[in-house]
């Protein structure tokens, strides 16, 4: 897969304004990325600006904490699916897996994947930053089962994003049959590379357009 196609090019910041947002599809559009990865308040405005192209729409539910209930996790995924999202990627609820509540875990999983058509792009964000190793299986593992198309490892929001031991880890837990979406601290094409060689097809940052203006990113 060409480079510039495992990019999720992302724009998460709680102050991010529609011209912001306007910008970002705009460089999407240039470089040809694989998706913008917005707030679902701004699903519409990116859907819009990106109708006539193969830029997929990616948004976020239960985000950044995924502490939010089931029911609300569902409904502002269908929200964000019938307002024009491709991809979405929810948060787990992370200490309800570090407490081994790993049913409730599954099954809030699996009830957002029932609730969206087949071909929307469900990720999982695990948070790995605050899980142990073991945990970071489990969470791939319930992923998986829960019939997932990717886990990813991080919000960009917590105290740490990708790292390359985290990134094998994932890979090496759900084979090569799933998705494995590397996003926070990468910054430039050296760690993109890094992070596709451990086993990630998919690469959520915004720091998309330094990657290939040899510039050294500094956001998301």
Known sequence: MKKNKLIDHTLLKADASPAQIEKLCQEALEYD?????????YVPLASMLLAESDVRVCTVVGFPLGATSTEAKVLEAQIAVEEGAD???????????????D??????IRAI??????????????????????????????SRKAGADFVKTSTGFSTG??????????????????????????????DLEAMVKAGANRIGTSNGVAFFTGKKGTGY
Do not use: Y
Not at 103 to 108: A, D, I, M, P, W
Not at 171 to 177: E, L, P, W
């Open 103 to 108: 049913l409730e875990v599954f099954t809030e």
């Open 161 to 190: 994003g990708a790292t390359v031991a985290d990134v094998k880890l994932m890979r090496d837990t759900v084979g090569s049959d799933m998705g494995v979406k590397a996003s926070g601290g990468v910054r430039t094409m050296e």
């Open 33 to 41: 990325f694989m998706s913008v990865c917005v707030n679902p308040g």
């Open 87 to 101: 991809e979405v990627d929810m948060v787990i609820n992370v200490g309800k897996l570090k407490a081994g509540l």
């Open 113 to 142: 994947r029932e609730a969206l058509p087949d071909w929307v792009i469900l990720k999982v964000i695990i948070e790995t930053c605050l899980l142990t190793d073991d945990e970071k299986v489990r969470a791939c593992l319930l």
